[in-house]
């Protein structure tokens, strides 16, 4: 019996062994692993003891990167800033925003722009119209994709137009006060575009890339085309209506051309410009009546050009030198500033005056005059634009200079103030707002 006892508790014992290492077993597989190594949720480092380099983990075991933030849009109205007197607006985003040209009315502001921007005031690549009124950014409105082609824009009777073309076809967008559109008509497509104001109607000159061409638009956005044709690449620069008749200035890869323009005529060619780029124009009067004066970019210098209302040329001269030039008239001679040097020619363009002077002028963005008032707009080879201003006929000072991104720049002079409008990449001093990139800006400097 004795014997019996003794058997049984030895295989108690013995079994209580077996389900020991049963537990350790099965512990070791599903905790520790085969290769002892640590649990696939276990985070901390592997024991210095175990002397063994540890795998790198599976991607699928990484914890999944944190989702980029929503994009941060701006909330309009936005107060402009002042400093001084001096009234600062900018539009813009994250990206790049290139100035492609502005329109000012007695009300407001129309600044178009380019933008790379998914954030702040912009929602995408595109172009943008940016309105400011009553010293507020009221609007930032996306009027077409990012690889439209900008033509121009016009302040008509009915709101500002604006042109605008794909390579499938072109529109004429009508803006309300407010930024938003509010007419819309079809163009022709084109490469570049010129609007011309004659009357109620707005007369745009239209380019393909292959011959110019021509539409007219009535007041309730109505287009007539014109079935005349110029042939060649030419770009409208600049142009006046005389007469029921029009005067253009137009250029290519290579010349200038003086071309007269009428609905029943159509393109006429009066003076071709070889190897000059058009640069600017002001007008004169006087005794022989009305003219225009045209200065252009040659290899050995400018020219001086006289043009009749009808696109004959009256006189010509070329000027040897830098080609880096700003022209201002005051209706019966014109004034050449470049570095260093003022000249002033009659309407014959004889030589009148020549004036030494310590101004330094880089590429010319922008020029114009208003009574006694001159402004000029110009890049240096480090590209820092300047704004250079004239008052009362004194010389021209250096009223304020910033960082220069590649742009269509504008300046007008408007009830006693400068207003510039550009794009920079400053963010010192007045520009601390900007949000990134290049922004376009609006300075209001009062004279």
Known sequence: MQRQKTIAKWLVIILLLTVAVGAYIIYDAVYEGASGG?????????SSDAGETPLPSDPDDE????????????????????????????????????VLGAVFTADARYIFFSSTSEEYDCRGGGL????????????VTRFADADCTFGGAKLTSGGVAVA??????????????????????????????FLLL??????????????????????????????????????????FSAG????????????????????????????????????????????????????????DGVILSVLGLDGEEEAATVVEGSSEAALFGDGVSVTLVRTGLTETYCR???LISSEPTDLAVGEILAVKESGDDRVILSVDGEDRMDILLSSKGGGFLSVAECDYA???????????????????????????????GADAYSVSIPL
């Open 128 to 139: 943008y119209a940016a309105v400011i009124t009553d010293g507020k950014l009221i609007a």
């Open 244 to 299: 029921g008749s029009f005067t253009l200035i137009a250029e290519d890869e290579r010349d200038t051309v003086v071309l007269s323009y009428s609905h029943e005529r159509g393109f006429i060619s009066k003076k071709v410009y070889e190897k000059t780029r058009f640069m600017q124009i002001v007008p004169l009067a006087g005794e022989d009546g009305a003219a225009l004066c045209m200065l252009g970019d040659r290899e």
């Open 348 to 350: 014959h363009l004889d």
């Open 63 to 98: 914890e999944e990167e944190t989702p980029p933030s929503p994009p941060y849009y701006t909330v309009l109205p936005r107060p402009t800033q002042n400093y001084a007197g001096i009234e600062v607006a900018h539009a813009g985003g994250e990206g790049d925003e290139t």
């Open 406 to 436: 590649e742009c269509n720049a504008v300046c007008e002079l408007i009830g006693g103030e400068l207003v510039t409008v550009f794009s920079t990449t400053s963010d010192e001093g007045i520009f601390f707002e900007r949000f990134g």
């Open 164 to 193: 605008v073309s794909d390579n499938e076809k072109g529109s004429l967008l009508l803006f309300a006060a407010n930024g938003t559109v509010k007419g819309e008509t079809e163009l022709p497509a084109f490469r570049n575009a």
């Open 198 to 239: 004659s009357g109620k109607d707005l007369e745009i000159f239209l380019s393909d890339g292959s011959a110019l061409m021509s539409c007219s638009v009535d007041a309730s956005l109505s287009v007539t085309r014109s079935p005349f044709r110029h042939a060649g690449a030419y770009a409208v620069k600049e142009g």
């Open 38 to 46: 640590a649990a696939a949720d276990d985070t901390r480092p592997p």
